[in-house]
């Protein structure tokens, strides 16, 4: 029969290829995007891909899509509106599962309306926040949360792109296409289970931390002397200390309390006035927190460009007084900073001793740790006037304007544009990273740190890479082989067949073409056997849709792991008992929603 024809040399060699990729993969040794090239190398090399079509990956949508994903995402955390929502509906949610819970139904459901990409775009800044907040590595949420994207997908229409790929195929084979809700009878309660083993069994994922940490991750800790002063627009006014530094509970400490001319001890229960000087001590980003929730000022006057107007391009910078600088035995306010350099000194850190005077007074030393505001384009000419070194290009947000509820507008303008069909989701989420860089929400220098790309680059060389299953005749070799297994099986068994074959292509093919291939292959099965097809389209776009198995399947998987620190191996580990439970959930309901008779 032709279903036994023996496979070509395109084929086994296009078979070996991906086999020996996800060997590599598994092996662990060289880093993913590594592995992606030189596998994209080694297909170009035998013929597999031709020559001009190897770096199509990189204009491809999907790349597209995550890297403009990874921009809005850090836009939306940088705003500080994320840390806002936490404190006002969650002030006190610290227990890990409680904080996975909250996480992964809001994926889960945003998911179901929007695009699953954007849902966890706007959800993993909460995600860093309860991970810093219960002192628990970020990987142990984002993992569940974009397993709970790609469930919250299934419940409609609209929710990822085999729904609707095979909505239309429908009306080709029926002449009746799926509705928007036709899928949310089984795909609820999908979500639903999945949710429940996401919830109890979130531990079987490794603690991982960044893959790339570089020198910021180190940064990370470092303690910082800072002085605050509470004004007439602070929320904070007439409340207690305690209630300021809950904003941050752990991380910022209060060393003293200057009111005036008398120095106060810093109690927990004591009433902010108007001018009280707080002295405050932390790392960084935590006193961004304090300072920009509570809306305190920090010392120092507003940096003006030449004409005296405010610039738009105020950054404040981390760096380190060297043995020569000219800062070294002088204060800040002996030195005139603002006067002589344009510049605010707005923190200090100094290892192994607590400041306890005001920032103004501090006489520095050698080897302590400055964060100076100025503009942007001026500092790194006056650090090396000053004789200071950059610690880190990291954005220190301490002192920097920034509005809450502009990247939650563009994030929402991307999200409505996608729901409703105006624009296609890459076009959409890169119009909106855009926009997060002309209206300022991310300075220019921080772009191309907010992307990650090693997963980029992994993304855009494996594109040309799977394709070659297509373009050797692989899909239909597959085909022609579950064919001739499915011939005679009851219903159940023809119905889990497509599905673990839709879940095991999917990561090779992109899940619409993973439903262009099958969901033919599905009908014709259902036809053979004299059974209905509508189950059959929906284990398909199940299968399609239920990538757990691997990064690369899907954007939101791969979104992930860069931020997770994840290994390739680290996918099954999660992916494994979710892809037996969503088979062992969906098929009884699928029969029971869509008979077959």
Not at 69 to 83: C, K, M, P, Q
Request: hydrophobic share 55%.
């Amino acid at each position: 029969q032709q279903i036994r024809s023996p496979m070509t040399t395109e084929q086994i060699l296009a078979f070996s290829v991906i086999g020996a990729m996800m060997a590599a993969f598994i092996w662990d040794r060289l880093r993913y995007d590594v592995v992606a090239c030189v596998t994209l190398i080694v297909a170009v090399a035998i013929g597999l891909v031709p020559a001009d079509k190897a770096f199509s990956g990189f204009s491809d949508d999907i790349v597209i899509i995550v890297g403009s994903a990874l921009v809005v995402s850090a836009g939306v955390a940088r705003s500080g509106i994320v840390d806002l929502a936490i404190k006002k509906f969650f002030p006190s949610l610290t227990s890990i599962r409680g904080q996975m819970l909250l996480l992964v139904v809001s994926v889960t459901v945003l998911s179901a309306f929007i695009k699953n990409i954007g849902a966890l775009a706007i959800m993993m800044p909460v995600a860093f926040q309860f991970a810093r907040r219960s002192g628990t590595p970020a990987s142990t949420f984002l993992m569940p949360m974009a397993f709970g994207a790609l469930l919250g997908g299934l419940m409609t229409q609209i929710g990822t792109s085999p729904n609707i790929v095979v909505s239309r195929l429908r009306a080709e084979i029926t002449g009746e296409a799926f509705t928007m809700f036709d899928f949310t009878p089984v795909g609820a309660t999908l979500a639903v289970a999945g949710t429940i083993f996401l919830m109890f069994f979130y531990w079987l994922v490794p603690k991982r931390e960044n893959q790339n940490p570089s020198v910021q991750e180190a940064l990370e800790s470092s303690t910082f002397s800072t002085e605050a002063t509470v004004g007439k627009q602070s929320p904070f006014l007439g409340k207690s200390l305690n209630q300021l530094l809950s904003i941050a509970p752990g991380e910022v400490i209060a060393t003293a309390i200057l009111r005036g001319h008398t120095r106060i001890s810093p109690f927990p229960d004591i009433v902010l006035k108007e001018n009280d000087a707080l002295l405050l001590e932390g790392a960084s980003e935590p006193l961004d927190r304090i300072v920009s929730q509570a809306k305190l000022s920090l010392t120092g006057k507003p940096i003006a460009d030449g004409d005296a107007k405010p610039s738009g391009e105020i950054a404040a910078i981390e760096a380190v007084i060297s043995r020569d600088s000219a800062l070294v035995g002088l204060s800040a306010r002996e030195l005139s900073l603002y006067n002589t350099y344009g510049v605010n000194l707005l923190a200090v850190s100094r290892k192994g001793k607590r400041i306890r005077e005001r920032l103004g007074e501090v006489m520095l030393r050698s080897g302590d740790v400055v964060v100076l505001q100025g503009q942007r384009q001026a500092l790194p000419g006056l650090l090396l006037e000053l004789g200071c070194l950059p610690l880190a290009e990291r954005e220190i947000l301490l002192g920097t304007s920034r509005s809450a509820m502009v990247p939650l507008a563009i994030l929402v303008a991307a999200m409505g544009a996608t729901a409703l069909g105006l624009a296609p989701v890459a076009v959409a989420f890169f119009a909106a990273a855009l926009a997060m860089v002309i209206l300022k929400v991310i300075p220019l220098s921080e772009i191309y740190r907010a992307v990650d790309g090693p997963i980029l680059v992994m993304l855009a060389a494996l594109i040309p890479v799977s394709d070659t299953l297509r373009t050797t005749g692989g899909s239909e070799l597959i085909a022609g082989w579950l064919g001739a297994a499915a011939d005679g099986l009851p219903a159940y068994g023809a119905l889990i067949l497509i599905m673990v074959t839709a879940m095991a292509v999917t990561p090779f093919l992109n899940n619409a073409a993973t439903v262009l291939v099958m969901a033919p292959i599905a009908a014709s099965f259902a036809a053979g056997l004299g059974y209905k097809p509508d189950a059959f389209l929906m284990a398909v776009a199940i299968g399609a849709g239920s990538d757990f198995l691997t990064p690369i399947g899907h954007q939101c998987n791969t979104l992930v792991m860069g931020p997770g620190g994840y290994r390739f191996s680290d996918y099954p580990r999660l992916g494994l008992p979710l892809s037996i439970i969503i088979i062992a959930v969906s098929i009884p309901m699928l029969l029971l929603v869509w008979p077959v008779n």
